[in-house]
């Protein structure tokens, strides 16, 4: 079965850093579009940055230039640095693994969350 594990997530206070891992496992990784979605308690789930099979990435404005989605094919991982973390960050952050044509979705694969709190 297609796994995808979260890592990395805690508790930092604001200006800090994570990391957030996404291992994947029994999937063709390079052919899949990675993404990460947030979800704060009473908000809708937001796309946060997503990179392309070529490695092109993407992100919402909030998190432009403080966070940074890139993959590693080799390892077959997806990672999001986040830096200068704000109160409003804090959120589940789950890990989206997308394989798509024009027409549909051929695959689709979500990970478990890791919990990301910003806090002083």
């Known amino acids: 079965q297609v796994q995808l594990v979260e890592s990395g997530g805690g508790l930092v206070q604001p200006g800090g850093s994570l990391r957030l891992s996404c291992a994947t496992s029994?999937?063709?990784?390079?052919?899949?579009?990675m993404a990460w979605y947030r979800q704060a308690p009473g908000k809708q789930r937001e796309l946060v940055a997503s990179?392309?099979?070529?490695?092109?990435?993407n992100y919402t404005d909030s998190v432009k230039g403080r966070f940074t989605i890139s993959r590693d094919n080799a390892k077959n991982t997806v990672y999001l640095q986040m830096n200068s973390l704000k109160p409003e960050d804090t959120a589940a952050y789950f890990c989206?693994?997308?394989?798509?044509?024009?027409?549909?979705?051929?695959?689709?694969?979500w990970g478990q969350g890791t919990q990301v709190t910003v806090s002083s």
């Open positions: 989206n693994a997308n394989w798509r044509t024009l027409q549909r979705t051929i695959a689709d694969y």
């Open positions: 029994r999937m063709t990784f390079s052919i899949y579009a």
């Open positions: 990179i392309t099979t070529g490695g092109s990435a």
